[in-house]
């Protein structure tokens, strides 16, 4: 599958972002996803995940209250709301996505392990 990422701008502090993730061509179900980010000089970090059916969803500590992800699997797509915005939230976000099944076992949150990744979309929060 591929994923396009998109949303990303240049935001001040406090502000709001809705980042996108399509996967091209299909839906979503039976997908687990992500958002993972990337700032100048630093490693790849988990931001966000959701399981395939979308009930559950876990979030890094740094920004929960603030971000929520969700999905619309007939739409074929991941977002990523992003309220409160700071500086240190400025980086390169990827979607990403793993086909799980449709299995009810297998509807849990990935941190890891994902396959597919878009192509990144630039966050850029100003002070």
């Known amino acids: 599958v591929q994923l396009q990422a998109s949303g990303g701008g240049l935001v001040q502090a406090g502000g709001s972002l809705r980042l996108s993730c399509a996967a091209s061509?299909?839906?979503?179900?039976?997908?687990?996803a992500g958002w993972f980010r990337q700032a100048p000089g630093n490693e790849r970090e988990f931001v966000a995940a959701?399981?395939?059916?979308?009930?559950?969803?876990d979030y890094v500590d740094s920004v929960k209250g603030r971000f929520t992800i969700s999905r619309d699997n007939a739409k074929g797509t991941v977002y990523l709301q992003m309220n409160s915005l700071k500086p240190e939230d400025t980086a390169v976000y990827y979607c990403?996505?793993?086909?799980?099944?449709?299995?009810?076992?297998?509807?849990?949150?990935?941190?890891?392990?994902?396959?597919?990744w878009g192509q990144g979309t630039q966050v850029t929060v100003s002070s």
């Open positions: 959701i399981s395939w059916s979308g009930g559950s969803s």
């Open positions: 061509g299909r839906t979503f179900t039976g997908y687990a």
């Open positions: 990403a996505a793993k086909y799980v099944g449709t299995a009810t076992y297998r509807d849990y949150v990935r941190t890891v392990g994902y396959d597919y």
